[in-house]
């Protein structure tokens, strides 16, 4: 898909301490859909018109550090998920929406409904575990298969390294990196990728988009044996999850979910990797379609 096939409405929103670009499309209930490492709003490309179609009003930002928006830390959690606190009451008021999240994302949004639930309705997570499996996983000698898959997020702790290797000959390794990470590459066209090879290009953004893993390892080097508190969710939650995924392994990092969210529902979809919404939208589109249209009371 090229950009010029997906129209969307293009806003900037200067929120305390951090302006904020994001793409807007519909009317109705709100969904935001907060992207991963390494993409932008461009994540969603396959996402938004259906949404839209199915009556919601689609808001879909950069988050900090990635694509136009301002690139500057903090990057720990509890700040990513203020960003999106402050973007909600922004172009909405205060009040609970729908969240949808992938990768770096999908953590945003479970810390959200953990932590402020005041500003979702349900969530709808795709590839991404919740951080206290994850952290339990990183530190199981039980699960020494998932600390090697997570080789790379010790390289980026590197200083300078990193960001050379990110964007050296037109940021190569971008197509290279989501095509590998992915199972059905069909939708990994040339024009698929390029927003993402300019978007890392830019002045501060690969230092931004690397601050997430930096400050996320710091912070769990600073609090070995203190493991953060993740308050169950009380609403709704689906669990999206391309079982190929290279780098998160779905028999260790799925299993244990409904402990930190009670009403989870998990749907598994096979013959998809890393980027589920990008290798399979027509299947992603119509479990989020059907989850987020639902109508249920929530707490």
């Known amino acids: 898909m090229k950009p010029s096939e997906l129209t969307v409405t293009h806003h900037f929103v200067q929120l305390p301490k951090l302006r904020v670009h994001y793409v807007e499309k519909g009317e109705g209930p709100i969904v935001v859909l907060l992207h991963g490492f390494p993409e932008m709003w461009w994540s969603w490309r396959y996402q938004i018109d259906a949404l839209v179609s199915a009556g919601f009003r689609v808001i879909a930002p950069d988050q900090r550090g990635y694509g136009d928006t301002d690139k500057h830390g903090p990057y720990d959690l509890d700040t990513l998920a203020q960003d999106i606190c402050h973007l909600i009451e922004a172009v909405a008021g205060r009040q609970a929406v729908k969240i949808v999240g992938h990768d770096w994302g999908g953590a945003v949004a479970w810390h959200l409904a953990s932590h402020r639930r005041e500003f979702v309705e349900r969530v709808a997570v795709l590839n991404c575990p919740h951080p206290a499996v994850m952290r339990k996983a990183l530190l199981n000698k039980a699960s020494w298969e998932q600390v090697k898959r997570s080789w790379y997020m010790f390289f980026f702790q590197l200083p300078f390294l990193p960001e050379y290797f990110l964007t050296k000959d037109d940021a190569a390794i971008m197509p290279r990196t989501l095509r590998a990470s992915s199972v059905d590459r069909a939708h990994w066209t040339d024009d698929d990728v390029r927003p993402f090879q300019d978007a890392i290009q830019r002045p501060g953004a690969a230092s931004g988009m690397l601050g997430w893993y930096r400050a996320a390892i710091r912070d769990g ?41 009670p009403k989870l529902k998990i749907v598994p979809i096979e013959g998809a990797g890393h980027f589920v919404q990008s290798e399979r939208p027509a299947e992603v589109n119509a479990a989020l379609v059907k989850f987020l249209s639902t109508t249920t009371g929530t707490s």
């Open 221 to 261: 080097f600073r609090r070995p044996f203190s493991a953060p508190r993740y308050p169950p969710i009380t609403c709704e939650t689906t669990l999206i999850w391309g079982k190929g995924d290279p780098a998160l392994d779905y028999d260790v990092l799925v299993p244990g979910t409904e402990t930190f969210a």
